[in-house]
């Protein structure tokens, strides 16, 4: 029976003529805009550690944990732009949002080559993080109107892979600048790396702005025949009719589990990728003095390849596990732990340091399937409500996280980060726990909703019978 299911997940086959080739379609316009997008998000994002490791420390002469603190301001713009872009993506159409937002972060990116002081760098990384907040939870927001639970899990493993190459190719980006650009038209290699990253994101933009097909229900895009439209909003549940944003509707927020539930799950997640969100790994190894700018940008590039692998593996496994999204949770709080230890140890070798967080790398596959659990636990609400959820997990995570890296992952505490490493421990037990209990009350809420749905049937049978026995009679 499992060799069956994974024939079926493999070969895809649908129930509707023509579904297949819809599917494709919006694979290819949704997929290839939202991961490039999101791979200049993580670019432009990722790039500042890796101009501080080649440069930008010592021309810009940043003092204790000032990076720490533009990554605190970053955030700081990023969560004020989360609910507020996805209530945008709910009024107003993708098509025009996203690319917009593009074309801003990609302006201030560029503007980050002129900056002169640590205190401009942190000026223009709060703007960007407004303008950045728009990708990662609108896309996720996108996947979920368009996606069934089959499809879902393997298409958001794909998006949040393509933000981790992001990451990933910065590190060889900036080697490549640093040898073939550094001094050139007086400006430094880190500063051309600004310049080059900003550029990249005009052009994807652009092919938003033009082939982007928003919604199910508002798209107008010409490659969609009206059959493929009308056959798009039948795939996904009927959803309650779009209400206004009032005091009632701030309410049903926060009257609602799906609120607490999945956004502190993703507070504690997000706390959980702090080996690799707040670049550990180059952190350490520019501490020592031992490394050249080279491997300084290379090495490190192996955390996101790691989180690749583990985030498309565990999306595609919890898609043919009939979604359960759950078992991520587990996986994290052991890996977590794990490596926290060993890089605690005070007898551990470069090797293992290494060898930990490459591992920790692997706690990256949360963002897909959380992502994912919630888009599936909550398909039968109503969307404005699945869109403040699914940005105010990410708005949550960050909030915490601005002050998070200050208190246990400042810059000036490598190369070991102990009291890092201890809050990891914590954090991972938090997770497990919280994974369970999440887990019952989705478990109850998907059995409460199937009794109701059995309910309203026999009622309407009945309805029905009794109609035909009073015609009968009369």
Avoid at 26 to 47: A, E, G, H, K, Q
Avoid at 68 to 90: D, E, H, K, R
Avoid at 347 to 370: K, L, R
Avoid at 444 to 464: I, L, N, T, W, Y
Wanted: aromatic residues 14%; glycine residues 8%; hydrophobic residues 45%.
């Amino acid at each position: 029976m499992g060799l069956q299911r994974v024939r079926e997940y493999i070969s895809q086959p649908y129930t509707h003529p023509g579904e297949g080739k819809l599917v494709r379609k919006i694979d290819f316009f949704i997929l290839t805009f939202c991961c490039l997008s999101y791979f200049t998000n993580y670019l432009d994002r990722s790039n500042l550690a890796n101009a501080y490791v080649s440069g930008m420390k010592e021309e810009l002469n940043f003092q204790g944990n000032q990076l720490n603190l533009i990554n605190t301001v970053f955030t700081v713009g990023y969560v004020v732009g989360q609910i507020p872009s996805n209530l945008a993506l709910y009024h107003m159409k993708p098509r025009i949002f996203f690319p917009s937002m593009m074309i801003i972060w990609g302006g201030l990116t560029m503007i980050t080559a002129a900056a002169k002081h640590p205190r401009d760098i942190m000026a223009i990384r709060f703007f960007q993080g407004i303008a950045e907040a728009s990708t990662f939870v609108g896309t996720h927001y996108i996947l979920g109107s368009w996606y069934t639970a089959r499809e879902l899990g393997k298409r958001s493993g794909i998006f949040t892979s393509s933000g981790l190459a992001g990451t990933m190719f910065g590190g060889f980006l900036q080697t490549a600048i640093h040898s073939s650009l550094d001094g050139a038209k007086g400006l430094s290699g880190w500063r051309w790396l600004f310049i080059i990253d900003g550029l990249i994101t005009i052009p994807i933009a652009i092919y938003g702005l033009l082939l982007f097909p928003d919604t199910p229900s508002t798209t107008s895009a010409f490659y969609l025949t009206p059959a493929e439209r009308a056959l798009a909003i039948s795939r996904v549940p009927e959803v309650p009719e779009r209400k206004p944003f009032n005091l009632s509707f701030v309410k049903r927020v926060f009257t609602s589990w799906h609120w607490y539930g999945f956004v502190v799950l993703w507070i504690i997640a997000g706390e959980t990728e702090s080996f690799s969100s707040n670049s550990l790994l180059a952190l350490y190894m520019k501490s020592t003095k031992r490394y050249t700018v080279a491997q300084l940008n290379n090495y490190p590039t192996g955390v996101p390849a790691v989180g690749i692998v583990s985030t498309l593996f565990w999306a595609t496994l919890t898609d043919l596990l009939a979604g359960k999204r759950y078992l991520v949770g587990y996986w994290i709080a052991i890996t977590g732990i794990v490596t926290a230890g060993m890089i605690l140890n005070n007898n551990a070798s470069v090797a293992s340091i290494f060898g930990a967080y490459y591992w920790a790398g692997t706690v990256y596959a949360c963002q897909a399937t959380f992502f994912a659990w919630a888009n599936d636990a909550m398909r039968y609400e109503e969307d404005s409500l699945r869109a403040v959820v699914i940005a105010g997990m990410n708005c949550g995570s960050n909030a915490v996280n601005a002050w998070w890296s200050l208190l246990f992952y400042s810059a000036d505490m490598a190369p070991r980060f102990t009291k890092g490493m201890w809050a990891m421990i914590g954090t991972c037990l938090a997770m497990a726990i919280w994974t369970s209990g999440l887990l019952f009350m989705t478990m109850r809420a998907e059995k409460a909703r199937q009794f109701e749905e059995a309910r309203v049937a026999v009622a309407e049978k009945g309805f029905e019978v009794t109609e035909v026995e009073g015609a009968a009679k009369s």
